[in-house]
T-cell receptor, first 114, second 109 residues
């Protein structure tokens, strides 16, 4: 049982390049989340999904797009990377069962945009 | 609006000293509160939740509804407690958890 995995672990992009971060979970969780973590700002929610085929905006969605075509995968896309998107990105998931709010996190992706 | 406030960005204490990381929340109903911990370059992991009323790694946290607080405490800090700590709030009908901005705890030898 791998839990939540993220691909890649590290990436360096040039301004204007695009990329996709992959999050996968093998716990059959309904809900999935993408956060970014920046010094002094804590965790900020980018987008989230409450089920296969559904997505919603979080606190800082601009410049990012997501897709949840399969229940176990949640993709985060950057169409045209900017230096302000240099950050550590965490994916998380949790069951959809009422009362089960604990989120399980992936190991993170460290992205640098030059 | 629901909010979680961690007033200290950094807390530095000596090994063996007591630790208290502050967390205040705003929510009018019955929230579920959590503490998450992130050790250096690792993923966030759940430390404890108020519903279970347990002590993990010597840490405890009591929900004080009157003061809307959920402070994290440990009587004697250890060097391995150095980490980033996040307080988080969940509530029924919400599909999201609200995280505080985090407190970095540094234990000095």
């Amino acid at each position: 049982n791998a839990g939540v995995t993220q691909t890649p672990k590290f990436r360096v992009l040039k301004t204007g390049q695009s990329m996709t971060l992959l999050c996968a979970q093998d716990m059959n969780h309904e809900y999935m989340y993408w956060y970014r973590q920046d010094p002094g700002m804590g965790l900020r929610l980018i987008h989230y999904s409450v089920g296969e085929g559904t997505t919603a905006k979080g606190e800082v969605p601009d410049g990012y797009n997501v897709s949840r075509l399969k229940k176990q995968n949640f993709l985060l896309g950057l169409e045209s990377a900017a230096p302000s998107q240099t950050s550590v990105y965490f994916c998380a998931s949790r069951p959809g069962t009422s009362g089960h709010y604990e989120q399980y996190f992936g190991p993170g992706t460290r992205l640098t945009v030059t | 609006a629901q909010r979680v406030t961690q007033p200290e960005k950094l807390l530095s204490v000596f090994k063996g000293a007591p630790v208290e990381l502050k967390c205040n929340y705003s929510y009018s109903g019955s929230p579920e509160l959590f503490w998450y911990v992130q050790y250096s370059r690792q993923r966030l992991q759940l430390l404890l939740r108020h519903i279970s009323r347990e002590s993990i790694k010597g840490f405890t946290a009591d929900l004080n509804k009157g003061e809307t607080s959920f402070h994290l405490k440990k009587p004697f800090a250890q060097e391995e407690d150095s980490a980033m700590y996040y307080c988080a709030l969940a509530y029924s009908s919400a599909s999201k958890i609200i995280f505080g901005s985090g407190t970095r705890l540094s234990i000095r030898p």
